[in-house]
């Protein structure tokens, strides 16, 4: 299990990377700072995906999509991935073995 959680990390924070690296070179083709969010990216690779999951996830209830999930995807890509990435990390992490001696 815990390879599988740094596996997981380790492919959050590939993406981030990739997402950071793509939000740079917009920034400097702008000359200020551009983050492209999860939304964006999401309508770009799969938009009939993002179509289903929005309306199924309105069919539970309509909040759910506007108040929660509406709002994370609004966040810049990069960010969400590393954060991510690091939760895995840390819980993928390897343990320190103690030694408890008894007498």
Same mark, same amino acid.
């Given at each position: 299990?815990?390879?599988?959680?740094?596996?997981? !990390?380790? *492919?959050f924070l590939l993406i981030a990377v990739i997402a950071g690296v793509y939000?740079? %070179?917009r920034?400097? +083709?702008?000359? &200020?700072?551009?983050? !492209?969010? *999860?939304?964006?990216?999401?309508?770009?690779?799969?938009p009939?995906?993002?179509? %289903?999951?929005?309306? +199924?996830?309105? &069919?539970?209830h309509p909040m759910l999509w506007d108040a929660g999930l509406g709002q994370l995807l609004q966040l810049p890509a990069s960010l969400v991935f590393f954060v991510l990435g690091v939760l895995f990390?840390?819980?993928?992490?390897?343990?320190?073995?103690i030694n408890v001696f008894a007498n």
């Open positions: 299990m815990l390879l599988f959680f740094r596996f997981l !990390a380790a *492919l939000d740079g %070179t920034s400097m +083709a702008a000359d &200020r700072l551009v983050t !492209a969010s *999860l939304l964006e990216h999401w309508t770009a690779i799969a009939t995906l993002l179509n %289903t999951t929005q309306a +199924a996830v309105k &069919r539970m990390a840390y819980a993928g992490r390897r343990r320190r073995r």
